[in-house]
């Protein structure tokens, strides 16, 4: 394979491109990951990647088309060499350093490394070649449809060239010229919750941006859209001070926007976009099949269940530890009792005003529960069950939350309970706490001009 290659590579000698050849600058390792920029020559054929934003606008304005991120580089990682051969006006990248150094041996010329390739392997860039080009006879790309519909035409699969940590956003060639218009605006994107994004867990995201119709934002993946068009139940977070009250719906705050995000499932995991729509059908409605890709990130969902699990396990763990003794030496309801004890000491109400007034904060959210340790009376005695049924050892195990017509005075009695029997025996447990002791009296509110302290997506 690797001579065969190099045959391939060295039919390109002959061609001169016709357009200037880009300007090779080192990616140097940073502390966060990498945009590379993806840009198609389209009279020579060649696809070229950058992570300097000075070269891709450079090469843009002698005529070459920009297609997006190709992909998100790590800061650090395994090498990934660039060439040049000036003859063919060609550009070649490799992991292998033999290819590097039998290519340079040939008169290609070494341009140091590119980036960086994830040790990790999380995301593969896939390598095509085209036997019949003269340059610009490699594509690499994290689109396994693209790979397919290369291969279909021609091109020859060559398996997997580096990994990446994100995919990015670059549109297939055929679709350049459609998709190519700029967006008119910028964006950055912030997570305003401190927690990791889990499925079914509402996000807080601020957008900040110069865009003054939040309609035509939305930020997409391919598994599910996400945005304000499709967002009809909008939260309204107390520390987010907002602009248009009557327009309250669209979450104006100074420089920007605030809404959130939820992913149903995990399979949102990957590759999201933010996209700028353009134009208007004649109703005025926004036409969603018309917008410009502003950029491309990364956003790891995480298994809700798979992580409530692990904490049960872990909480425990804890509590039995926390008795002294082994678990062989503790019964079914001693360790339940150990943990309604653990529990009870990190758990505080949801949060609130001081006087049972629920408060919605971004910067201070109430799930996941597990993370945030606030609850209240209706999921205290659920997780209770969830404990004795993890345990197990229990004749039964009861949630008495619906035991009693709603706000009855039975229902106020014993609405936080659960209970188990146990040899025979009822026992009665319940974790919820105070409601002040969630209480957040004064609100801290979130300064849009300083985001130091949140997470940049």
């Known amino acids: 394979m690797f ?5 391939k590579l060295l039919a390109c000698a002959a061609f001169i491109t016709t357009l200037p050849q880009a300007v090779i600058t080192p990616v140097k ?21 950058t992570a300097e934003v000075n070269e891709k606008d450079t090469l843009v304005s002698y005529g070459w088309k920009y297609e997006g991120i190709g992909w998100t ?44 390739s994830d040790p990790a392997k999380y995301i593969p860039l896939y390598r095509q070649y085209n036997p019949n080009a003269k340059s610009g006879s490699h594509n690499y790309t994290t689109s396994k449809e693209e790979n397919d519909a290369l291969v279909k035409l021609g091109w020859k699969a060559e398996g997997i060239g580096w990994y990446g940590v994100g995919a990015g956003s670059t549109v297939p060639e055929e679709k350049a010229e459609e998709d190519e218009r700029k967006a008119q605006y910028t964006y950055e994107l912030y997570q305003l919750s401190p927690y990791p994004v889990y499925e079914g867990v509402q996000v807080p995201v601020y957008v900040k941006t110069d865009n003054p119709d939040p309609k035509t934002i939305a930020i997409h993946s391919d598994s599910l859209a996400l945005g304000f068009e499709d967002t009809s139940w909008p939260t309204y977070y107390e520390d987010c001070e907002y602009f248009d009250i009557d327009k309250e719906i669209y979450g104006r705050v100074e420089g920007g926007y605030v809404f959130g995000v939820t992913a149903y499932d995990t399979s949102a995991s990957g590759e999201f976009e933010v996209r700028e729509y353009y134009e208007k059908n004649e109703d005025g409605e926004i036409n969603y099949d018309k917008y410009a890709i502003v950029k491309g990130f990364h956003i790891e969902v995480l298994d809700y269940t798979e992580a409530v699990e692990q904490w049960r396990k872990d909480i425990i763990d804890e509590s039995i530890k926390n008795t002294g003794k082994s678990k062989d030496e503790l019964t079914s ?42 609850w209240d009376s209706y999921a205290s005695p659920a997780v209770l069950c ?21 706000q009855s005075d039975e229902w106020s009695q014993w609405h936080y309970y659960m209970y188990v029997v146990y040899e025979g025996e009822k026992h009665y447990f319940e974790a919820c706490p105070y409601a002040e002791s969630g209480a957040v009296p004064e609100i801290d509110m979130i300064d849009f001009s300083d985001l130091s302290e949140f997470k940049k997506w």
């Open 3 to 7: 001579r065969k290659t190099i045959q």
């Open 29 to 49: 390792a940073e502390v966060k990951p990498v945009d590379m920029y993806r840009l198609y020559n389209p009279n020579s054929g060649e696809h070229f990647y």
């Open 73 to 116: 580089a790590p800061s650090e990682g395994d090498e990934v060499y660039r060439l040049y051969n000036a003859n063919a006006g060609d550009h070649h990248y490799t992991l292998d350093v033999n290819e590097k150094n039998t290519l340079v041996s040939l008169g290609w010329k070494y341009e140091g490394v590119g980036w960086y």
């Open 333 to 374: 309801l001693e360790i339940l009792s150990a943990v309604v004890d653990t529990l009870t000491d990190q758990f505080v109400y949801l949060t609130n005003d001081g006087n049972n007034h629920h408060r919605t904060l971004a910067r201070i959210p109430n799930s996941p529960y597990f993370l945030s340790h606030r």
């Open 386 to 406: 969830q404990f004795a049924e993890e345990i197990g050892g229990f004749e039964e195990i009861h949630n008495m939350y619906g035991d009693y017509s709603f």
